[in-house]
């Protein structure tokens, strides 16, 4: 019989039958877990009233963290390598729940220690939803997340629901987010290997190595638990006949192929698909529930479609899925929906495609001019430390399967698929950045065959480089993951700053910011606000005149023509966050910005039409 | 009291009722031919039931405080509708259904928020309404199948990865 999974395991440990009474020891060592991870979440939550929001400087966080936060992970990740030693029912339900526990501890800080939104980009995520709110339409000229609606619009409904404005929720999406993704996942990985061991401790390494964002209120939060489901549907619904004519094509050349190598000939015939879980859905309701969900990526994310589309044709080249049809038919959604959108998107990125690699790997326009603060320096180089860490794993991981006789070359393809998209665009610069996030649920899986022996239980050496390698990648996440927090926290008086400029500025002024690290736009009039080419604000430290010099007097006036030549109805706001990202990222000296601002706001060229403590509307005389 | 929170209560009241008939009716269909019930799938069950009980009153939270309404109202917009439709299939792993149900209940509300701006009829709060009056009693009889009074042991297959 031919194998659509060649890494189903076949050796999967014999687990105790759920009908066995569990033996007085399994429950005293189920108890020792939970109490475990109750301890850690109360050690956790005891040392949030001593993280000191008001001393962040260019190392973020981490370094203002107590350190029973540290011992508070570092107790979670110990105790899931304990219950990983194991390999049964009561092991993998442990383990999930030190996984949670996990998101717990990594993502829900954030929202309980700060009032507004984290991301000065959030916001004009949230000014999409609050138009929507407000005009119950959308305007397709307005900007590109209007030409794809679909998550805003899912908020817009959601906030009319409950009576919670998403500006009060999204923090919480990265609690959210990260639990619905573990939850999908896990149905994912349920589709290629039975063994509870690799699943969970996948799940470890996907959680431990996001240090890119991606569970903040944004339609690519939900394009990639959308992404995850359906790949979980097709491995697991969607199995391939064998007698299909496609899977006899594939079988030939697969054959061919594998007889070419010495692996192939080794490593025999894969598992029998009987071994697979029963599958959740029948075939037509899975393919329903795929275009559905293919439907709702394709209206919210105009990049996620790309590596739905790899993905899905990668299953079915690696006779995991028998849609062979899938990605023509995603193809063929986004192409209609893109035919929509065209009126905008010819007239805002005429070069929607194209680009040499070398020059779509090129970071955003807000990447450091100048030399960045240490502490950022820092927190860069320990993010793409983690990303070679689990590559490295990865690596070590497919090599282990390789031994073991099972063929990791399709979970290999996976993971190296996403990185095509430098062949097609940059993504305005964001394009790595995809591209790491598309690879992570691979490379989580595949570093966690480096734990995956066959044996029922794990070795202590194998279990001690476990914990050596998820201590390692947890120190590495929490200091790129809390980093740049110095500039991401966004204070309540920004955000009032903000909401006072929507409800007092007429209709068609503009607002100019030093840098834009500030959160706007955010109410549902930001249309009447565009600045020229549809941006949303002016900025003055990107012009090369500007950036990265000492702001003396002289540039208090330069500033006032700067102001009053963009137009009579300019507002300039000054506040703190711009500050931080500036100076971090070397768009000012460290240290300047601030006394520059005392300038500004005390020249009398310039008119105080706002102030909330340190962030200052103004108006040129 | 306004006619649109006579509409919501008259939408509720409705819906519970459909959650009784059907529950009690799926029930006492499962004593009768209880085949695939398990311990464990029964507090699963009851665990539904109370949820349609929840979904049904759905469409009278939105007249509550902001404060009481939020939680409850996000799970039944995030769950219901899909839980509803899984009550037509089996899935067995309660976690898998929790997904599936996510999943399900997310781009149910994608698409017709989408559709409701498209055509201009943008009113979310009927549109929750009328989730709730059909997926409460949908809920209900994927919960009442759950049940079985007489508590069999369970299968091989009740627990998977």
């Known amino acids: 019989m031919s194998s659509p999974s060649p890494l189903l395991a076949p050796q999967v440990p014999s ?22 991870v109750v301890l850690a979440l109360a050690l956790w939550a005891a040392s949030l009233p001593f993280v000191d929001l008001g001393r962040l400087d260019d190392y973020g966080l981490l370094p203002r963290m107590p350190v029973t936060f540290l011992l508070a992970a570092g107790a979670l990740l110990a105790g899931f390598v304990v219950a990983a030693r194991r390999n049964d029912v009561r092991a993998g339900r442990l383990m999930l729940l030190y996984c ?38 959308v305007d397709r000229g307005v900007d590109i997340y209007q030409n794809w609606p679909g998550f805003f619009a899912l908020n817009a409904m959601l906030s009319e629901i409950t009576g919670v404005d998403a500006l009060r929720y999204a923090n919480w999406t990265q609690v959210l987010f990260p639990l619905a993704n573990l939850l999908a996942l896990r149905f994912l990985y349920g589709g290629f290997t039975a063994d509870r061991r690799r699943i969970h401790v996948a799940l470890l390494f996907f959680l ?53 190598t010495r692996r192939g000939r080794r490593s025999g015939p894969a598992a029998d698909p009987d071994e697979a879980p029963p599958a959740p859905l029948p075939p037509w309701a899975a393919i329903a529930l795929v275009l ?37 038919a995603v193809t ?47 927190v860069g180089t320990a993010a793409r430390g983690l990303s070679v860490v689990l590559g490295l794993l990865a690596l070590a991981g497919a090599w282990c399967d390789l031994r073991r006789g099972k063929r990791p070359f399709l979970l290999l393809a996976l993971a190296g698929a996403p990185a095509t998209l430098v062949f ?29 022996p066959a044996a029922a239980r794990l070795t202590l050496r194998r279990a001690s480089a476990l914990l050596g390698a998820a201590l390692v990648s947890a120190l590495l996440f929490l200091t790129a993951y809390y980093g740049l927090e110095q500039e991401n926290h966004m204070e309540t008086q920004e955000v009032a700053v903000t909401q006072w400029f929507d409800a007092h500025a007429p209709a068609n002024s503009v607002l100019m910011l030093v840098i834009q690290n500030h959160p706007y736009p955010l109410g549902g009039n930001y249309d009447e606000h565009l600045a020229p080419y549809g941006h949303y604000a002016l900025e003055v430290l990107t012009d090369p005149e500007w950036v990265n010099r000492p702001l003396t007097d002289a540039d208090v006036h330069r500033l006032h023509e700067y102001v009053t030549g963009s137009g009579p109805d300019t507002y300039l706001l000054l506040s703190p966050a711009q500050i931080a990202y500036a100076e971090n990222h070397g768009y000012a000296p460290a240290g300047s910005l601030a006394a520059f601002f005392d300038r500004v706001v005390a020249s009398p060229e310039f008119q105080v039409v706002h102030r909330n403590q340190d962030s200052y509307l103004l108006r040129a005389r | 009291m306004s006619a649109g929170t006579v509409a919501l209560l008259a939408t509720s009241t409705l819906s519970l009722v459909a959650v009784v008939v059907v529950g009690v009716a799926g029930v006492r269909g499962r004593a009768r031919s209880a085949a695939h019930t398990a311990p464990g799938r029964t507090a699963r069950g009851a665990v539904l039931l ?12 939105v007249e509550l405080p902001d404060a009481i309404r939020a939680v409850p109202t996000f799970a039944v917009a995030l769950f219901a509708p899909g839980l509803a439709l899984l009550g037509f299939g089996r899935v067995r792993d309660p976690l898998t259904e ?43 009889w994927h919960g009442a199948n759950f049940i079985d009074p007489a508590d069999r042991r369970p299968r091989e297959d009740d627990v998977v990865a």
Request: charged content about 10%.
């Open chain 1, 15 to 36: 687990f105790p039958s759920p009908e066995a009474p569990p033996h007085a020891a399994d429950r005293a060592s189920t108890v020792r877990h939970v109490l475990l």
């Open chain 1, 100 to 137: 949670v526990a996990l998101v717990v501890v990594l993502y829900a800080t954030i929202p309980l220690l700060y009032d507004e939104p984290r991301y000065a980009f959030v916001y004009k995520h949230l000014a999409v939803i609050h138009y929507i709110s407000d005009h119950g339409s």
């Open chain 1, 208 to 260: 431990l190595g996001a240090w890119v964002e991606y569970s903040y209120l944004a339609p690519q939060a939900l394009a990639l638990f959308a992404t995850l489901v359906i790949l979980g549907l097709v491995v697991r619904c969607l199995r391939p006949d064998p007698t299909q004519w496609h899977q006899r094509v594939l079988a030939t050349v697969g054959g061919r192929v594998a007889s070419l």
């Open chain 1, 292 to 328: 559905t969900l293919s439907a709702v990526i394709v209206t919210s994310h105009q990049l996620t479609p790309f590596f739905l589309v790899l993905n899905l044709t990668l299953l079915v080249l690696g006779r995991r899925s028998s849609g062979w049809w899938l990605p023509l």
């Open chain 1, 332 to 378: 063929a959604l986004f192409l209609a929906w893109t035919v929509l959108s065209w009126d905008y998107l010819a007239t805002h990125f005429p070069t929607l495609l194209g680009g040499s690699p070398a020059e779509n790997l090129q970071p955003t326009k807000h990447s450091s001019p100048g030399p960045a603060a240490a502490g950022v320096q820092f």
């Open chain 1, 424 to 452: 097609v665009q940059s993504y305005g610069g964001e394009g790595i950045y995809r591209i790491y996030l598309f690879m992570m649920p691979w490379l989580a899986f595949l570093a966690a065959g480096v734990f995956a």
């Open chain 2, 50 to 61: 109370g949820f349609a009980t929840l979904t049904a009153l759905g469409p009278v939270l």
């Open chain 2, 98 to 140: 929790l997904v599936l149900a996510l999943a399900i209940s997310v781009a149910t509300l994608v698409l017709v928020a989408e559709l409701m701006l498209l055509v201009g009829a943008w009113s979310p709060a009927t549109l929750f309404a009328a989730l709730c009056l059909l997926a409460a009693p949908a809920v209900a």
